[in-house]
């Protein structure tokens, strides 16, 4: 009988999975977990691959088919180029909310294993960077009974670059101190660091990355930006519509002036109109003085 790979428990409404290995027997005792937690109706899962040697390939293709939606899970490139298929998944998956636990004990298979749910989106990582360790590898036994271990290819997860050599960064990286690396079995939920985070990012339904947030900083100085520039607008449509007040205000005035001007004008022309009139009414009694001398000489 081998030794169990998998355990499981519940913190709340959060379905939390430890994975110690990658072999034959571990996708039966993963997917009997996975079934069980969702039956219990969990709204997350945690997968805790921290020590996480790796494993064979054929184990873990097998349990991300399980949780992840139709596509590629992994390719092979060989030494001559050529890039192989490894394993597919098909359209069944877990839609859940998902935590995948790393430290720099995590290797090989597990670093696939957490590389892949990251590239589909349906889960973010919390710990440390992984070792980087992405090689396909084979043994072949001697004669003497000792074996000899030969690199073949690089596999690669679904969408990302190869990791080997490199490692997986988490997406959010908490470290433990040394006395919680040497007490790490004794860890609980209060005082293991990493578990805490990640029970946390899952009651929570996966927050942010941070990356998500200064990219959320840009957008808000976009919009600090505009609403500058919508004030530096209105000013300026403040100012022009005060120098349209002013220059109606100059119009008026000048029409104001104008009428003035006319009404004395008008009031000139009255008054002298009056004066040729006075003038003309003068004429008019000389006139008449006049004729009435020349009756009065006519007469005698």
Do not use: W
């Not at 069980?36 to 969990?42: E, W, Y």
């Not at 290797?107 to 294993?113: P, R, V």
């Not at 050599?165 to 908490?174: A, K, L, N, R």
């Amino acid at each position: 009988m081998q030794k169990p790979t998998i355990y499981h428990e519940t913190y709340d409404n959060v379905g939390y999975i430890k994975i110690t290995d990658f072999n034959d027997a571990t996708y039966d005792q993963f997917r009997k977990a996975v079934e069980s937690l969702v039956d219990d109706k969990v709204q997350s899962l945690i997968f805790d691959l921290r020590n996480n040697g790796g494993g064979t390939v054929d184990s873990v293709i097998k349990m991300l088919d399980l949780l992840l939606p139709e596509g590629d899970i992994a390719t092979a490139t060989y030494k001559d180029g050529r890039v192989e298929v490894l394993g597919t998944s098909d359209a069944s998956c877990v839609e859940l909310p998902m935590v995948v636990l790393t430290n720099k004990g995590t290797a090989s298979a597990a670093e696939l294993f957490t590389q892949a749910l990251k590239d589909y989106g349906v889960a973010k990582s919390v710990g440390e960077k992984t070792y980087g360790k992405g090689t396909m590898q084979v043994y072949h036994k001697l004669k003497d009974g000792s074996a000899i271990k030969l690199t073949i290819a690089k596999y690669n997860p679904p969408k990302s670059p190869n990791y080997d050599g490199v490692g997986i960064q988490p997406d959010y990286e908490v470290l433990l101190t040394e006395d919680q690396v040497k007490n790490f079995s004794n860890l609980t939920e209060e005082t293991d660091p990493q578990l805490k985070k990640a029970l946390e990012l899952a009651k929570a339904g996966l927050v942010s990355l941070p990356e998500d947030d200064e990219e959320n900083e840009g957008l808000e100085d976009l919009e600090d930006l505009e609403e500058e520039l919508d004030e530096d607008s209105d000013s300026e449509k403040t100012d022009k519509n005060k120098d349209d007040d002013e220059e109606e205000d100059e119009e008026d005035k000048d029409t104001s002036n104008k009428d003035e001007d006319d009404e004395k004008s008008d009031t000139k022309s009255d008054k002298d109109k009056d004066t040729e009139d006075e003038d003309t009414d003068s004429e008019d009694e000389e006139e008449e003085d006049t004729e009435s001398e020349k009756d009065s000489s006519s007469k005698k």
